[in-house]
């Protein structure tokens, strides 16, 4: 392990998402051997550390946080300017539903083009620092762009494996990072059944949702950002769109770590999290609402929202962890609506936002419909990509 640790991480150990057990973090690490759990990365919180010391106001991307992300040493980092993205206000939109404080932070401005080069960024960093050659993926499209992009950063190879339905622009990107391209029939778990096939031999690591520790590790970047954009005071609700799940669990585990550092009170009221999925593919949905008893045995559907077309997430007990302790729910936005979320986003706003962005929009309008989020209330959006790769899905539907 390198001496130069100019990162500071207080990276301790790893534990299983299902029983805690220990691992180590210093390791090539998978999921857990003990429940085939996602392993889920602690730091040192005790020891203090201010707001002042452990931000580098500086690095202008999801780096400034690097005294709590888990690289060992900044020689491995393997960066695009990931993350810092903007908050924007929705002023116009919000005056006209009856929202006092309406925003929107915009992912689609990330390298790649979504919130998946956080998350990609920090595994295949963690992969180079830990002496991996290669890389192997089952993704709706944006992970697997953002994996090919930082593995040719890394001097990797990359295996994607994509659903033959999934936009042309994404696949045509990867192919230009230089990225193996399979195409398969069905959804991301079918892509995942042919992964397992591909790798059989394990020569590749797989940094499938959560099948790895540190993909998480980046996606929680968008809490520590939000709160430090807010200056400090958290929205009343925010509404994610939640496919994998990544992104939720990561954005509560910041809050949770922040409220565990002193950078937020320990009394602070957190968000309620809604978790925004799409009519076709709505296994949190369906599980949460008590229509089965989990998403092992869920049949979805395609959707324009490809990033939502997860029929059996991994960190499904993860998510419903996060709504029970957030007093938040789960619920699923038609293909329909998210096109009349599009136009509204466009029109009134100027964003062209991917439409996972769209549907957090819709249900938001839904939740201050039927009161479960009040006017005064300070709501904050998390649109995960651009529209630009999802033309093929929604041209000639405006």
């Not at 534990?15 to 429940?35: I, N």
Request: charged share 20%.
């Amino acid at each position: 392990m390198s001496t130069l640790l100019a990162t500071a991480s207080r990276l301790q150990q790893l534990h299983c998402a299902a029983c805690h057990a220990p691992y180590s973090a210093f390791s090539l690490q998978r999921v857990s051997s003990c429940c085939a759990q996602p392993l889920v990365a602690d730091y040192d919180l005790r020891e203090p550390l201010t707001r002042a010391a452990g931000i580098q106001t500086t690095e202008n991307s999801m780096w400034r946080y690097a005294s709590l992300l888990p690289l060992l040493d900044e020689t491995n980092r393997v960066s695009l300017g990931e993350g810092w993205t903007p908050m924007l206000a929705l002023p116009r939109l919000a005056a006209h539903y009856g929202f006092q404080d309406l925003r929107l932070k915009d992912e689609g401005q990330n390298p790649t083009g979504s919130f998946k080069a956080r998350g990609l960024s920090m595994a295949i960093s963690k992969a180079k620092e830990l002496g991996v050659t290669g890389c192997i993926i089952p993704t709706a499209g944006n992970a697997g762009v953002a994996m090919a992009a930082y593995c040719a950063r890394a001097g990797l190879r990359a295996v994607v494996v994509m659903p033959r339905h999934t936009p042309q622009a994404f696949r045509e990107e990867c192919y230009w990072y230089g990225a193996e391209v399979h195409l398969v029939d069905g959804l991301i778990n079918d892509c995942a059944a042919r992964v397992r096939e591909l790798n059989a031999a394990g020569e590749l690591l797989d940094v499938s949702t959560l099948k790895e520790p540190y993909r998480l590790e980046g996606k929680k970047t968008m809490g520590y950002e939000l709160a430090e954009q807010l200056n400090w005071r958290l929205p009343d609700v925010l509404l994610y769109p939640a496919g994998g799940g990544t992104g939720l669990i990561g954005i509560w585990k910041a809050l949770r770590e922040m409220q565990a550092l002193g950078w937020l009170p320990a009394t602070a009221q957190l968000p309620r999290m809604v978790a925004v999925q799409a009519a076709n593919c709505c296994p949190l949905v369906e599980t949460r609402e008590g229509r089965q008893l989990n998403c092992q045995a869920y049949l979805g559907k395609p959707t324009i929202a490809n990033g939502l077309a997860v029929p059996r997430p991994l960190g499904e007990p993860l998510m419903l962890d996060v709504l029970d302790e957030s007093e938040g729910l789960a619920l699923a936005i038609t293909d329909e609506q998210m096109l009349e979320g599009l136009r509204e986003l466009g029109k009134e706003e100027g964003l062209f936002v991917a439409p996972e962005g769209a549907a957090v929009w819709m249900a938001a309008r839904q939740l201050l419909r039927t009161g479960w989020i009040r006017p005064e209330e300070q709501v904050l959006l998390l649109n995960t990509g651009s529209a630009q790769k999802y033309l093929e899905n929604i041209v000639g539907l405006a």
